[in-house]
């Protein structure tokens, strides 16, 4: 398993999240890394991706409520979310995009 995913979990309508993914492949810092989300039924959604010189891009759907970024030192991926929106309610999965390798995902449930 190359991608490991932790946080996630129950939050309340407004509150924050930060979920991580841990890159076990060699290399990480010329990846470009991404997250995207599921909800049952539904096609996988991308949410942001960071390149391996920082760059960011978001989704329309999270744009100024989640910021993505990366710890080279660390192999690791962030996903920091905030205001979160019952619609947020999601498997969210990181992805590693040149590999193509993917997360186990984790859930994010928000709810009062």
């Known amino acids: 398993v190359n991608l490991v995913q932790s946080g996630g979990g129950l939050v309340q309508p407004g509150g924050s999240l930060q979920l991580s993914c841990r890159n076990f492949?060699?290399?990480?810092?010329?990846?470009?890394m991404a997250w995207y989300r599921q909800v049952p039924g539904n096609q996988r959604e991308w949410l942001a991706q960071i390149e391996t010189d920082g760059v960011t891009d978001y989704a329309d759907s999270v744009k100024g409520r989640f910021t993505i970024s990366r710890d080279n030192d660390e192999n690791t991926v962030y996903l920091q979310m905030s205001n979160l929106k019952p619609e947020d309610t999601a498997v969210y999965y990181c992805?590693?995009?040149?590999?193509?390798?993917w997360g186990q995902g984790t859930q994010v449930t928000v709810s009062s």
């Open positions: 492949g060699r290399f990480f810092s010329l990846s470009a």
């Open positions: 992805r590693d995009v040149p590999r193509n390798t």
